[in-house]
Nanobody, 123 residues
Framework: VQLQASGGGLVQAGDSLKLSCAAS????????LGWFRQAPGKEREFVAG????????DYADSVKGRFTIDRNNAKNTVYLQMNSLKPEDTAVYYC?????????????????WGKGTKVTVSS
């Protein structure tokens, strides 16, 4: 499966942004999907994950209550709604897919990765 993230940009603190990740090649309904981010000089980290049906989600503590992950299997797309953005949310955001059943956090669990989309939050 090929993944392509989009929707990044430059926003101010407190603004909202919605990222999309479109899949091609295979239906995403058989994959757990995740969003990760990598800030300059830092390691890539888990942000949010969603189960195949969308019935189970998981969030990093740093984004819980502000970010929402959602998926539309019919459109082969996963989304990340980001509200109340903070300067520390500045990073390149990546979507990833894992051929499993449960939402997991470790990067090595995800087999497929898209190119990232850059999000910059100014103070």
């Amino acid at each position: 499966v090929q993944l392509q993230a989009s929707g990044g940009g430059l926003v101010q603190a407190g603004d909202s942004l919605k990222l999309s990740c479109a899949a091609s090649g295979r239906t995403i309904s058989t994959y757990v999907l995740g969003w990760f981010r990598q800030a300059p000089g830092k390691e890539r980290e888990f942000v949010a994950g969603i189960s195949r049906s969308g019935g189970s989600t998981d969030y990093a503590d740093s984004v819980k209550g502000r970010f929402t992950i959602d998926r539309n299997n019919a459109k082969n797309t996963v989304y990340l709604q980001m509200n109340s953005l903070k300067p520390e949310d500045t990073a390149v955001y990546y979507c990833a897919a894992e051929f499993g059943t449960a939402v997991v956090r470790p990067i090595y669990e995800y087999e497929y990765w898209g190119k990232g989309t850059k999000v910059t939050v100014s103070s």
